[in-house]
């Protein structure tokens, strides 16, 4: 009986009980980390129900979500796995060597570690995000008269003074974690509203319009709410190659600290987010641009 009790003392060493207090850790760490992300997809979900944030960038976190928790699973079954390796070394249920036992237990607490520490500094960014103020919105009175989607010098300049800020706000962001990524990538995405005056059937404005439907969609025939989204469209494609010259100025200062993209959307005369269903056809609160922005590390 003395004999039995010596040798079972001996397979539970200092070493294999320090290891499976280390295996316990990190499995505890990773279980911390999916009730995070879990947190952040509810928070990004909630943000597009109100609209903080466009569609497209939820689907991006929700992606991002996902993946990490892939990247959790498997981890823990490793996890879990070099646990049982460790019991049966200690029950003498196998016929593994402690060293080999100890490695591989050493070997997947520091890739658990690792896993953990740059899906907090991904994820620490898309909190941050979630809690800016992301978008904002202007009338384009100022730009465009009516009838009207380019843009002449004058309006270039007041433009500028405009959607300046906004490029501002992702460089503002994007610094703050300069020396955590790399490289961050941001998108700024424009979308264009218009009122629902009609456009006039035999003017220069409807003829272009509808030649640009029919070229682009094939729609032979538009009605006032075709040419209102083309137009809207055309606007929204106007501020977005303004903005891209204010993002190519701001980058010859900044040459690496955040790539920025531009997307463009033209709603025509669907109601811009916070105007109420009564709104005039007319209302010039309807001939808006929006703007939601971005700002992720590459994931």
């Known amino acids: 009986m003395m004999i039995f009790l010596l040798t079972e003392c001996a397979k539970k060493s200092v070493a294999t009980s320090q290891s499976a207090l280390a295996l316990k850790v990190a499995l505890e760490s990773q279980q911390n980390a999916l009730i995070m992300l879990e947190r952040v997809s509810d928070n990004a979900n909630r943000a597009d129900s109100s609209r903080q944030i466009n569609h497209e960038t939820n689907v991006d976190i929700q992606n991002y979500v996902n993946s990490e928790r892939k990247k959790i699973h498997e981890i823990t079954r490793k996890l879990e796995a070099a646990q049982q390796d460790i ?30 520490r740059i899906m907090e500094e991904k994820t620490k960014v898309i909190v941050d ?69 009609a456009v006039e059937p035999g003017s220069a404005l409807y003829k272009d319009l509808a030649a640009r439907l029919s070229q682009s969609e094939n729609i032979t025939e538009p009605g006032q709410p075709d040419l209102n989204r083309k137009l809207s469209e055309l606007r929204a494609d106007a501020v977005r190659q303004l903005l891209e010259r204010i993002i190519a100025d701001r980058k010859k200062e900044h040459a690496n600290l955040i790539d920025i993209s531009v997307q463009t959307l033209g709603r025509g005369e669907e109601l811009p987010p916070g105007l109420p269903d009564e709104v005039l056809k007319n209302d010039k609160r309807r001939r808006v641009v929006t703007f939601y922005w971005v700002v992720l590390p590459n994931m």
């Not at 049966?88 to 050493?106: G, H, M």
């Not at 300069?178 to 005056?197: M, P």
């Open 129 to 197: 995000f979630l809690g800016s103020e992301t978008f904002s919105k202007s009338e384009i009175g100022a730009l465009f008269r009516p009838g009207e989607y380019r843009l002449i010098r004058e309006q270039v300049r007041e433009g500028t003074r405009l959607f300046g800020p906004v490029v501002e706000k992702l460089y503002v962001f994007a610094n703050k974690y300069k020396n955590a990524f790399n490289s961050l990538k941001g998108q700024i995405i424009v979308t264009g509203y218009s009122d629902a005056t």
């Open 87 to 116: 019991r049966d070394f200690e029950n003498d249920k196998t016929d593994k060597k402690e060293a080999e036992i100890l490695a591989n237990a050493s070997r997947t607490v520091f890739e658990s570690a690792e896993i953990l």
